[in-house]
C-alpha cells in the first residue's frame, strides 16, 4: 500500500490542523492505521491508532481529548484531526499502515511521506 499525507502547515496556539492520508490499492480495510511524528531531535512516536474496523482508537496521553482519528474506506483515507493545539505539538507528521495489531508499533510498515506541522506561540 502507497499513502500521500497532505494537511500539514503553520498554526497559532489555540488553532486547528486537519491532516489526510490517502492510500492506494485496494486492501486498505485489511490494515489498521497510525499517525505518528518525529519532533527535532526525537524519537518517531504514536500519536494516535485506529483498528481495521474503524471502531477501535488509541491516542497518545499527549493529545487525549484534543485529537481524533477517523477513517473512510469508501476513500481509502485516515484523517488525523487536531484541536487546541500548542507548540509542542510541532513535529513532522507521518501516517503508516499496520497488517497487524494497531497497537504494536513495530508493525507499521507502510509510510507516508510525513507533513510538517508548525504550531507558532
Known amino acids: 500500500v502507497q499513502l500521500q499525507a497532505s494537511g500539514g502547515g503553520l498554526v497559532q496556539t489555540g488553532g486547528s490542523l486537519r491532516l489526510s492520508c490517502a492510500a492506494s490499492?485496494?486492501?486498505?480495510?485489511?490494515?489498521?492505521m497510525g499517525w505518528f511524528r518525529q519532533a527535532p531531535g526525537k524519537e518517531r512516536d504514536l500519536v494516535a491508532a485506529?483498528?481495521?474496523?474503524?471502531?477501535?482508537?488509541y491516542y497518545a496521553d499527549s493529545v487525549k481529548g484534543r485529537f481524533t482519528i477517523s477513517r473512510d474506506s469508501a476513500k481509502n483515507t485516515v484523517y488525523l484531526q487536531m484541536n487546541s493545539l500548542q507548540p509542542e505539538d510541532t513535529a513532522v507528521y507521518y501516517c503508516?499502515?499496520?497488517?497487524?495489531?494497531?497497537?504494536?508499533?513495530?508493525?507499521?510498515?507502510?509510510w507516508g511521506q510525513g507533513t510538517q506541522v508548525t504550531v507558532s506561540s
Open positions: 490499492g485496494r486492501t486498505f480495510r485489511s490494515y489498521a
Open positions: 485506529i483498528s481495521q474496523s474503524g471502531y477501535i482508537t
Open positions: 503508516a499502515a499496520n497488517g497487524g495489531n494497531y497497537r504494536v508499533d513495530n508493525e507499521y510498515n507502510y
